[in-house]
């Protein structure tokens, strides 16, 4: 979910295969490293390195840099099949096409093996086991994590961007990916009929990613679910965490982006 705070509207999203989910994944994990290595650096520390951890964790578990170079190639060949469009910004497509080139030959490059400073580092091995404990990484527990706690902030920051130095490329070419599908699609204006609202795609269109944009004073939430060709959404209400949410009864209109790439 992303907040635009000035134009008071709320997105939510919904990734429509697998790929597009993990890459969603991976970008809220570098969020959250991004927020905490710039926030009170001492006391976030464990976040941040939980963060890295996660990060690693997800790359080894869903292969997610070849899913990227796929994905890479795939955006590439689209974006090539393009030129021939005169209404297409060349200047801008080569740029892109530049920028996907880079990132391409980076992931590709053999000698490339990202997490592996963070899975070679002695204090993150002995971090990424006390935290499967509950309270493991208190002071007591893990005197040499408090010991690098109370080394200076510029010390402290200096190390976590080595650790998280080789995962870099893997960031940026997530970021240059969800970039490109968010930027494909232009927002409809749609309505939702007692909360409900059902869309079939084209058989020869595969939708990559649901975008819903609602005010975000409205007291309702949608509730997305669907595979590439399909999806629906219900609209939800119910604002106490103590209630069980429901479906409104009423009409909802909002706007929809159905990011096809």
């Known amino acids: 979910m992303q907040t635009e705070m000035n134009n008071e509207i709320v997105t939510y999203e919904h990734p429509m295969n697998e790929r597009i989910r993990n890459l969603l ?104 086991q006390r935290i499967n404990i509950l309270g493991g990484t208190c002071d007591f527990d893990f005197p040499r994590l408090h010991y690098w706690l109370k080394q200076s902030e510029f010390e402290r920051r200096q190390d976590l961007i080595d650790w998280s130095s080789d995962l870099i490329p893997i960031k940026e070419s997530s970021y240059i990916l969800l970039e490109n599908i968010r930027k494909s699609s232009t927002p409809t204006h749609e309505d939702a009929e007692s909360g409900f609202y059902h869309k079939q795609i084209g058989a020869n269109m595969s939708c990559q990613l649901i975008r819903v944009n609602i005010s975000s004073i409205s007291p309702y939430y949608p509730d997305i679910s669907g595979v590439k060709h399909r999806f629906t959404i219900r609209f939800m209400e119910g604002a106490d965490s103590n209630t069980r949410p429901a479906q409104t009864h009423n009409d909802i209109h909002f706007e929809l982006y159905c990011c096809i790439l």
């Open 25 to 128: 994944r991976l970008e809220h994990l570098y969020n959250t490293f991004d927020y905490h290595l710039n926030n009170d650096i001492q006391k976030n520390c464990r976040s941040i390195l939980e963060s890295l951890l996660q990060i690693n964790d997800l790359l080894v578990r869903s292969d997610i840099r070849n899913e990227i170079i796929k994905e890479l190639k795939r955006q590439l060949d689209v974006f090539n099949t393009l030129r021939s469009n005169g209404e297409v910004d060349i200047d801008r497509l080569n740029m892109i096409n530049n920028i996907i080139d880079e990132k391409l030959t980076l992931l590709q490059d053999q000698s490339y093996h990202p997490g592996s400073i963070l899975k070679n580092n002695e204090l993150m091995k002995v971090f990424s």
